[in-house]
């Protein structure tokens, strides 16, 4: 069984730093994608930042890039996503996944995915 929990989420002025955590269980942690995502209200679920584990490349979507890292930690099963300069505009659900479908890590072809976590910026 699967899970993915993420945790961190929270209220944040703008400029400010959140880092969010997602923990993953049942789930060959080194074999496969794992990503954040984030969806706000009215509009499509979007790409954050997604790493691949062999060589633990990291994958950035435009959006975000330059104000987001995506580090592991291998030890605990975890990716953590490390936000900075936050925007109003980066309010969202934001979600944990893992496995991606289609060997591209940045699609949202995944197969698990968390409950989300609020990130709210004003």
């Known amino acids: 069984h699967v899970q993915l929990v993420e945790s961190g989420g929270g209220s944040v002025q703008a400029g400010g730093s959140l880092n969010l955590s997602c923990a993953a269980s049942g789930y060959p942690y080194n074999c496969f994608c794992m990503g954040w995502f984030r969806q706000s209200p009215g509009k499509e679920r979007e790409a954050v930042a997604a790493?691949?584990?062999?060589?633990?490349?990291?994958y950035y979507a435009d959006s975000m890039k330059g104000r987001v890292s995506i580090p592991r930690d291998s030890a605990k099963k975890m990716i953590i996503l490390q936000m900075t300069l936050l925007k109003p505009e980066d309010t969202a659900m934001y979600y944990c996944?893992?496995?991606?479908?289609?060997?591209?890590?940045?699609?949202?072809?995944?197969?698990?995915w968390g409950q989300g976590t609020q990130v709210t910026v004003s």
């Open positions: 790493i691949y584990p062999f060589g633990n490349i990291p």
């Open positions: 996944a893992a496995e991606n479908k289609d060997g591209y890590c940045l699609s949202s072809k995944y197969i698990y």
